[in-house]
């Protein structure tokens, strides 16, 4: 069996704002092929992790590489998804051009977006259900609505590896459903996707690798072997309502990867 690249590689990685470390000496390597979750409390610096590897955040220290390489070299294999309240949904634009946006990085600035772009642009919205709302003015969308929306602005991107900063807030049971089969698909055609992701209940039911994050990276592997109580209740600081054994898996210690003492 060939082993496993490795998709994003980020070695002792350190942020602080204003002297107070956010993200502190992180070590993570994620598998290429992967569906993985990051979760932690508030302030845990999940999305300053994905910001940072993106390069919107510089770092104190630390070295992050994309399939062995800097960010900057590797942008075109990457699709990043942000947190809907980060965005002006009052822009007076249509659903149509915001998913054309996301051939932009591949045209670049001086070729215009062609039929061949528009036709990836449909496709992608017939995959999320949105196809009928072409032309429907972004201030006219639900919040599911628009996640969908930057869900194909992502798809028509074309990438390797997906970045997704809590997809699933603040959208019905129906458009949760729809999302999590388009990133199972995803990862079933060999993208990797990263999913800053807040519902405990679901982690098993729906990832197939976390990362537990509180300032320092807790532990991260597959989820049958480091979604355990003992993990948990190390990043939540033993304040976790959700302590099911049936999601849960109850891993001897000695399957667990925490973090040492010095990362």
Same mark, same amino acid.
Do not use: C
């Given at each position: 069996?060939?082993?496993?690249?490795?998709?994003?590689?980020?070695?002792?990685l350190?942020?602080?704002? !204003?002297?107070?470390? *956010?993200? =502190? /000496?992180?070590?993570?390597?994620v598998?290429?092929?992967?569906? %993985?979750?990051?979760? #932690?409390?508030n302030?845990?610096?999940?999305?300053?992790?994905?910001?940072?590897?993106?390069?919107?955040?510089?770092?104190?220290?630390?070295?992050?590489?994309?399939?062995?390489?800097?960010?900057?070299?590797?942008?075109?294999?990457?699709?990043?998804?942000? !947190?809907?309240?980060? *965005?002006d =949904? /009052?822009f007076?634009?249509?659903?149509l051009?915001?998913?054309? %946006?996301?051939?932009? #990085?591949?045209?670049?600035?001086?070729?215009w977006?062609?039929?061949?772009?528009?036709?990836?642009?449909?496709?992608?919205?017939?995959?999320?259900?949105?196809?009928?709302?072409?032309?429907?003015?972004?201030?006219?969308?639900?919040?599911?609505?628009?996640?969908?929306t930057?869900?194909?602005?992502?798809?028509?991107?074309?990438?390797?590896?997906y970045?997704?900063?809590?997809?699933?807030? #603040?959208?019905?049971?129906?458009?949760?459903?729809?999302?999590?089969?388009?990133?199972?698909?995803?990862?079933?055609?060999?993208?990797?996707?990263?999913?800053?992701?807040?519902d405990?209940?679901?982690?098993?039911?729906?990832?197939?690798?976390?990362?537990?994050l509180?300032?320092?990276r807790i532990?991260?592997?597959?989820?049958?072997q480091?979604?355990?109580?003992e993990n948990?209740?190390?990043?939540?600081?033993?304040?976790?309502?959700?302590?099911?054994?049936?999601?849960?898996?109850q891993?001897?210690?000695?399957?667990?990867?925490?973090?040492?003492?010095?990362?």
């Open positions: 069996m060939t082993e496993r690249r490795f998709a994003i590689e980020v070695e002792d350190t942020l602080a704002y !204003q002297d107070k470390p *956010v993200l =502190w /000496d992180i070590d993570l390597h598998p290429e092929g992967i569906l %993985m979750a990051i979760v #932690g409390p302030g845990a610096g999940k999305t300053t992790l994905i910001k940072t590897i993106l390069g919107l955040l510089k770092p104190a220290a630390g070295r992050i590489t994309i399939y062995g390489k800097p960010f900057v070299a590797q942008r075109k294999l990457v699709a990043y998804v942000p !947190q809907r309240g980060s *965005v =949904w /009052d007076p634009t249509n659903v051009d915001v998913v054309m %946006m996301g051939r932009y #990085g591949r045209l670049g600035w001086v070729k977006p062609g039929r061949e772009d528009r036709e990836l642009a449909m496709e992608a919205l017939r995959k999320v259900g949105m196809a009928n709302f072409a032309h429907r003015q972004i201030s006219q969308l639900s919040g599911g609505q628009q996640q969908r930057f869900l194909a602005r992502a798809l028509v991107q074309d990438a390797q590896i970045f997704m900063d809590e997809p699933f807030q #603040g959208v019905d049971a129906t458009t949760e459903r729809a999302i999590i089969q388009l990133l199972k698909e995803l990862r079933a055609a060999g993208k990797t996707v990263v999913v800053v992701h807040h405990l209940q679901t982690v098993s039911e729906y990832f197939d690798w976390v990362t537990l509180n300032v320092r532990a991260s592997g597959p989820v049958s480091v979604f355990t109580e948990l209740r190390l990043t939540y600081g033993g304040k976790v309502a959700f302590l099911s054994k049936t999601a849960v898996s891993s001897t210690p000695d399957t667990l990867q925490p973090a040492s003492s010095g990362g």
